[in-house]
């Protein structure tokens, strides 16, 4: 019988916990830029920044940087393999 009563404490306690941690980080971002206070909410906001991307062709040109940056890291990898070492910075 303790045995059981022991553990719907432990029960309690444990939920009581997640409920308290989640409360104070809902608490924290309450009011901060990063909060949304929309009627409507912020999701439109996000969908029509995406939109106008698209239609602008920064997210193209977004795009085709990231790959070559992705290339760059790849072949400084690469030659990371052949050599042991990143080349140093010429100063």
């Not at 022991?6 to 830029?33: C, E």
């Amino acid at each position: 019988m303790s045995r059981l009563i022991t553990l719907a404490a432990s029960v309690v306690m444990a939920a009581a916990v997640l409920v308290t941690s989640g409360v104070m980080a809902t608490a924290q971002t309450v009011g901060t830029p990063n909060s949304c206070n929309k009627i409507n909410g912020c999701m439109w906001d996000s969908i029509y920044e995406n939109q106008m991307m698209m239609q602008s062709g920064l997210m193209t040109k977004a795009m085709e940087e990231a790959r070559a940056n992705k290339e760059a890291f790849e072949r400084l990898r690469e030659w990371e393999r052949t050599h042991g070492a990143a080349p140093g910075n010429p100063r």
